[in-house]
Protein backbone atom coordinates (compact mmCIF):
# COMPACT_ATOMS: atom_id res chain seq x y z
CA UNK A 1 0.00 0.00 0.00
CA UNK A 2 1.34 3.25 -1.19
CA UNK A 3 0.21 6.47 0.66
CA UNK A 4 0.51 9.98 -1.05
CA UNK A 5 -0.11 13.40 1.30
CA UNK A 6 -0.95 16.38 -0.53
CA UNK A 7 -2.60 20.01 0.54
CA UNK A 8 0.07 21.14 2.62
CA UNK A 9 1.78 24.91 2.15
CA UNK A 10 1.96 28.41 3.81
CA UNK A 11 -1.04 29.71 5.11
CA UNK A 12 -1.61 32.56 7.92
CA UNK A 13 -2.45 32.53 11.22
CA UNK A 14 -6.59 32.19 11.73
CA UNK A 15 -6.56 30.32 8.07
CA UNK A 16 -7.28 27.09 6.87
CA UNK A 17 -5.95 23.82 4.76
CA UNK A 18 -7.29 20.61 3.85
CA UNK A 19 -4.92 17.91 3.84
CA UNK A 20 -5.69 14.47 1.28
CA UNK A 21 -4.09 11.48 1.66
CA UNK A 22 -4.64 8.97 -1.44
CA UNK A 23 -3.89 5.26 -1.12
CA UNK A 24 -2.69 2.94 -4.31
CA UNK A 25 -5.03 0.00 -2.97
CA UNK A 26 -8.51 -0.45 -2.53
CA UNK A 27 -7.94 -2.43 0.83
CA UNK A 28 -7.22 0.50 2.33
CA UNK A 29 -11.17 1.43 2.67
CA UNK A 30 -10.98 -1.44 5.42
CA UNK A 31 -7.91 -0.02 7.39
CA UNK A 32 -7.63 2.66 10.36
CA UNK A 33 -6.42 6.11 8.74
CA UNK A 34 -4.19 8.24 11.03
CA UNK A 35 -2.61 11.60 10.91
CA UNK A 36 0.17 12.29 12.51
CA UNK A 37 2.75 15.66 12.56
CA UNK A 38 6.24 16.51 13.00
CA UNK A 39 7.61 19.68 14.17
CA UNK A 40 11.16 20.70 13.90
CA UNK A 41 12.86 19.34 16.78
CA UNK A 42 9.99 17.54 18.32
CA UNK A 43 8.70 13.50 18.13
CA UNK A 44 6.21 12.70 16.14
CA UNK A 45 2.76 13.30 17.40
CA UNK A 46 -0.63 12.12 16.37
CA UNK A 47 -3.16 14.16 15.08
CA UNK A 48 -6.28 12.66 14.59
CA UNK A 49 -7.54 9.10 13.33
CA UNK A 50 -10.95 7.13 11.90
CA UNK A 51 -11.86 4.14 12.06
CA UNK A 52 -12.85 2.35 8.62
CA UNK A 53 -16.53 3.62 8.07
CA UNK A 54 -15.77 6.88 9.70
CA UNK A 55 -17.67 5.47 13.19
CA UNK A 56 -15.04 6.21 15.52
CA UNK A 57 -12.98 9.58 15.47
CA UNK A 58 -10.29 10.84 17.65
CA UNK A 59 -8.18 13.95 18.05
CA UNK A 60 -5.70 15.00 20.27
CA UNK A 61 -6.58 17.82 22.56
CA UNK A 62 -4.24 20.34 21.14
CA UNK A 63 -6.20 20.39 17.56
CA UNK A 64 -9.74 19.10 18.81
CA UNK A 65 -12.79 21.67 18.00
CA UNK A 66 -10.48 22.97 14.84
CA UNK A 67 -9.40 19.88 12.52
CA UNK A 68 -12.00 16.94 11.23
CA UNK A 69 -10.78 14.12 10.03
CA UNK A 70 -13.05 12.40 6.92
CA UNK A 71 -12.53 9.88 4.45
CA UNK A 72 -14.27 9.05 1.45
CA UNK A 73 -13.71 4.78 0.77
CA UNK A 74 -14.79 5.11 -2.87
CA UNK A 75 -11.98 7.24 -3.61
CA UNK A 76 -9.78 5.73 -0.78
CA UNK A 77 -8.71 9.39 0.27
CA UNK A 78 -8.58 10.22 4.01
CA UNK A 79 -8.79 14.14 4.45
CA UNK A 80 -7.51 16.55 7.32
CA UNK A 81 -9.50 19.63 7.16
CA UNK A 82 -7.72 22.21 9.20
CA UNK A 83 -9.39 25.13 10.50
CA UNK A 84 -7.91 27.96 12.93
CA UNK A 85 -4.63 27.39 12.23
CA UNK A 86 -1.80 28.42 14.77
CA UNK A 87 1.79 28.93 14.46
CA UNK A 88 2.16 25.80 16.46
CA UNK A 89 0.36 23.60 14.07
CA UNK A 90 3.66 24.24 11.88
CA UNK A 91 4.93 21.21 11.18
CA UNK A 92 5.45 18.02 8.44
CA UNK A 93 1.90 16.24 8.39
CA UNK A 94 1.85 12.71 7.52
CA UNK A 95 -0.75 10.10 7.23
CA UNK A 96 -0.37 6.04 8.30
CA UNK A 97 -2.83 2.94 7.93
CA UNK A 98 -2.99 0.88 10.36
CA UNK A 99 -4.44 -3.19 8.72
CA UNK A 100 -4.65 -4.23 11.65
CA UNK A 101 -7.19 -2.77 14.27
CA UNK A 102 -10.97 -2.10 14.58
CA UNK A 103 -10.41 1.19 16.75
CA UNK A 104 -8.71 3.53 15.74
CA UNK A 105 -5.40 4.21 17.57
CA UNK A 106 -3.09 6.97 18.46
CA UNK A 107 -0.05 5.79 19.03
CA UNK A 108 1.98 5.57 15.72
CA UNK A 109 3.54 2.10 15.97
CA UNK A 110 0.44 -0.04 15.29
CA UNK A 111 0.71 2.08 12.16
CA UNK A 112 1.96 0.17 8.65
CA UNK A 113 1.91 2.62 5.65
CA UNK A 114 2.91 5.87 6.14
CA UNK A 115 2.76 9.14 3.50
CA UNK A 116 5.93 10.63 2.44
CA UNK A 117 4.39 13.97 4.59
CA UNK A 118 3.11 17.36 3.27
CA UNK A 119 5.04 20.42 5.09
CA UNK A 120 2.16 22.89 6.83
CA UNK A 121 3.66 26.36 7.51
CA UNK A 122 1.63 28.57 9.72
CA UNK A 123 2.93 31.99 10.03
CA UNK A 124 1.85 34.93 12.98
Known amino acids: VQLQASGGGLVQAGGSLRLSCTAS????????MGWFRQAPGKEREFVAA????????YYADSVKGRFTISRDNSKTTVYLQMNSLKPEDTAVYYC??????????????????WGQGTLVTVSS
Open 96 to 113: AADPKNIIPRTSQYVYDY
Open 25 to 32: ARTLSSYV
Open 50 to 57: ISWNGGTI
